[in-house]
């Protein structure tokens, strides 16, 4: 793609999963980074030794929480374009601390949003918002065929005008930083862009049982541990390789011009979806060579069906589509999570505890 006149970057959660491979890009490409992370998530310091690792001190780190709004303002100042990846990412977690989770998700992208509003250069804002803005979407028919669900009548999937309806503190405390983020381009005139993500996959990603379930399971496989499945195993997701997630968040920073204010699911679409268990595990035991045991839990509250991106908006606006197919994607996160430098290896050799996996 090249480099572009991004200028100064700035990553809020940039030592999390998508963004120490966003990071990682960028400082490949010779953009100025600053990552923006409190360190706070499970594998974070391992993604930002990584980093540093590939990048030395071309990499400017600040270790601070998106809640401290002086902290944000000192780290926005100059900055051309940031892109908003913090977060609190677990509905379980938001329901037994729906404080601290308003406090990350909402206050934490307002404080974005007003280092940025009141810090001279206006800079580009990119939010991950999530598809949970849409609620349980118990309106739209799904019918169930062999190995999965499906919809019956959106052979696209779900689009950018599905009504909102948060449930869940998650997804209120998402859904009213997606509302701000959206707003501010409207009111102000700040240059912002929202992508309702489906589900990411990729290298770096410490996956566990509430956030990031593709790698979390490979993490289970690879480390001989039963899944815990919830539901029938029958739930289908599109599923999204994060090097197309990076290729999305710089076409839309390059197009500004028509993507501000724009609101853009991002997920794999229709041409990759994924029954979480049905069919995963045929995939599963190609890769570990053995089959994984499972054991199945009754459904969790407001789990979807049948989730699937309608991602024809940013097929127009960006001429973006998604390029790893599921088979290559999935291998990609398999070499990693089983390889020298993934969790498996990392717990077994006394690093465990740092990255969430159990030994």
């Known amino acids: 793609m090249g480099t572009t006149a991004m200028g100064r970057v700035l990553i809020t959660g940039g030592a999390g999963f998508v963004g120490s491979n966003l990071g990682d890009a960028l400082l490949g490409n010779g953009h100025d980074v600053t990552v923006y992370d409190s360190l706070s998530r499970p594998g974070a310091d391992t993604n930002l030794a990584w980093l540093r690792s590939r990048h030395g001190s071309r990499l400017r780190f600040i270790g601070s929480d998106v809640r401290d ?28 601390d729906p404080r601290s989770d308003f406090e990350v998700n909402a206050l934490g992208t307002l404080n974005v949003l007003e280092a940025a509003r009141t810090g001279g250069k206006r800079p580009i804002v990119v939010f991950t918002s999530t598809n949970k803005v849409y609620g349980g979407m118990e309106d739209v028919e799904v019918v169930r065929a062999n190995t999965r669900y499906a919809y019956a009548d959106l052979p696209f999937g779900v689009p950018e005008t599905r009504a909102l309806d948060f449930h869940s503190p998650y997804g209120c405390s998402k859904g009213a930083a997606d509302q701000y983020v959206r707003d501010y381009s409207r009111i102000y005139a700040l240059p912002t862009v929202v992508f309702r993500m489906s589900c990411i996959y990729g290298p770096r990603q410490f996956g566990n049982e509430d956030q990031g379930w593709l790698a979390h399971f490979m993490i289970a496989a690879a480390s001989g541990r039963v899944i815990s499945i919830y539901g029938d195993g029958l739930q289908v997701r599109d599923v999204l390789f994060v090097g197309d997630l990076v290729r999305a968040f710089r076409l839309a920073v390059e197009k500004i011009g028509i993507t501000a204010g724009e609101v853009y699911n991002i997920g794999g679409g229709p041409a990759n979806t994924l029954s979480v268990w049905s069919e995963f595990r045929s995939l599963l035991r190609a890769l570990r060579g053995e089959q994984t045991d499972a054991a199945f839990g009754e459904w969790r509250s407001g789990d979807q069906r049948c989730y699937v991106s309608d991602i ?30 993934g969790p498996v290896h990392m717990a077994r050799t006394g690093a465990g505890e740092s990255v969430g996996v159990a030994t």
């Open 69 to 96: 709004a002086d902290a944000l303002r000192h780290a926005a100042r100059d900055i051309d374009v940031i892109y908003h990846l913090a977060g609190q990412v677990a509905v379980t977690t938001s329901v037994d």
């Open 312 to 341: 024809r908006k940013a097929q127009q606006d960006m001429g973006w589509t998604p390029e790893i197919d599921v088979a290559s994607g999935l291998q990609r996160l398999w070499d990693w999570v089983s390889g020298a430098e």
